[in-house]
């Protein structure tokens, strides 16, 4: 039987601490999917396809070793779990940065255990990412944070995308960042 992993979520951005996990978790089971899904609680910067575009060029750029599984990069809808089900996955995969981040993953690793019958498996990021995630680097960019000073959080590939949106006045990350001041 093959173990088939998914790491799942929104990775709007994908980071380097996403690619570290993905990374880790390459060297537990024979096949990861990297899948691309829509969280309603979060506004999105890039399009589902702008997204699985980057993750795909990322995941070629990812060290290729004997005993690491392939990664394919999937676009989704629904459920993470519905997702993992059809694929045939046979564990999910999440990213743990901090204390924080353990307590919200258990109460949800615990419910898709629960309504689907499908395992979860922590892995804790490295140290050099514990302070990184995807909704800190949207609002650096869309309030015209310096994105050279965020190489050692994200792939260039991403500074280079955050960088057009950023050129550009009629992009969601003026909108993002517009929406922090009313608030």
């Avoid at 093959?2 to 570290?20: C, M, R």
């Avoid at 046979?90 to 919200?104: E, K, P």
């Avoid at 615990?110 to 949207?138: K, P």
């Amino acid at each position: 039987m093959e173990h088939l992993a998914i790491y799942a979520g929104s990775f709007d951005p994908v980071t380097k601490g996403h690619l570290d996990v993905l990374q880790r978790a390459r060297g537990m089971f024979d096949a990861m999917i990297l899948g691309i899904g829509h969280n309603p609680d979060k506004p999105t910067l890039f399009s589902f396809e702008d997204r699985a575009d980057m993750a795909r060029m990322l995941v070629e750029g990812l060290d290729d070793g004997a005993e690491l599984a392939p990664v394919s990069v999937h676009a989704y809808d629904g459920l993470t779990v519905d997702f993992a089900k059809a694929m045939g996955a046979t564990a999910l995969v999440r990213g743990i940065r901090n204390v924080t981040d353990l307590a919200s993953e258990c109460q949800l690793a615990i419910t898709n255990r629960q309504v689907a019958d499908i395992e979860t498996v922590f892995i804790v990021t490295g140290e050099e990412y514990a302070f990184t995630s995807s909704g800190l680097i949207r609002q650096i960019a869309g309030l015209g944070g310096d994105l050279d000073r965020l190489g050692n959080m994200v792939p260039d590939l991403v500074i280079d995308r955050l960088r057009e949106l950023q050129a550009s006045p009629d992009s969601p990350l003026h909108r993002m960042a517009r929406d922090v001041h009313v608030e």
